[in-house]
């Protein structure tokens, strides 16, 4: 079952050692890999969609944290979890800033796609330190509108 999309050429060609690793993982030496590429381009794909699962898989099983921004002023955190990911947002307008929070729970076997999903819409992982710092100015900021309530 295909997850995830194939790796692009560049992508591929970034992870080299790693795909040359997978071949040799799968008993397919350089000259099979040639051969597959020219006579058997059915196997070629397999292998490329299998390989490309594998490394989504990787990747995102070791982010904790994304980030995203799409517009000026408008910051998403994310903390993904085993089972939910959390929400934290924040939209910057002169000097005030809107808070909200969220969250979303998902199957085990889900996590990779839901982190999956945002990078491809543009997210980058992020330092779980940078969310819990983001999630305290949140909680301060709370308190202070609170406060003058």
Same mark, same amino acid.
């Given at each position: 079952?295909?997850r995830?999309? $194939?790796?692009?050429?560049?992508?591929? /060609?970034?992870?080299?050692?790693?795909?040359? $690793?997978?071949?040799?993982?799968e008993?397919?030496?350089?000259? /099979?890999?040639?051969?597959?590429?020219?006579?058997?381009t /059915?196997?070629?794909?397999?292998?490329?969609? /299998?390989? +490309?699962?594998?490394?989504?898989?990787? &990747?995102?099983?070791?982010?904790?944290?994304?980030?995203? +921004?799409?517009?000026?002023?408008?910051?998403?955190? !994310?903390?993904?979890?085993?089972?939910?990911?959390?929400?934290?947002?924040?939209?910057?307008?002169?000097?005030?800033?809107?808070?909200?929070?969220?969250?979303?729970?998902?199957?085990?076997? &889900?996590?990779?796609?839901?982190? !999956?999903?945002?990078?491809?819409?543009?997210a980058?992982?992020?330092?779980?330190?940078?969310?819990?710092?983001?999630?305290?100015?949140?909680?301060?900021?709370?308190?202070?509108?609170?406060?003058?309530?």
């Open positions: 079952m295909k995830f999309r $194939r790796l692009t050429q560049e992508e591929l /060609d970034a992870v080299r050692p790693e795909f040359v $690793r997978y071949l040799a993982s008993g397919i030496a350089a000259d /099979d890999w040639a051969k597959k590429q020219t006579e058997n /059915d196997e070629m794909e397999a292998c490329l969609d /299998d390989f +490309s699962n594998r490394f989504w898989e990787g &990747a995102t099983s070791a982010i904790q944290c994304l980030e995203h +921004s799409p517009s000026e002023g408008d910051t998403w955190l !994310f903390e993904f979890g085993e089972n939910a990911a959390q929400l934290i947002r924040c939209v910057r307008q002169e000097e005030t800033a809107t808070w909200s929070e969220g969250g979303k729970a998902y199957e085990p076997e &889900a996590r990779g796609q839901e982190i !999956f999903q945002l990078l491809e819409q543009g980058q992982p992020c330092d779980p330190e940078r969310y819990q710092r983001c999630r305290s100015e949140m909680q301060a900021s709370k308190e202070q509108t609170e406060k003058r309530a």
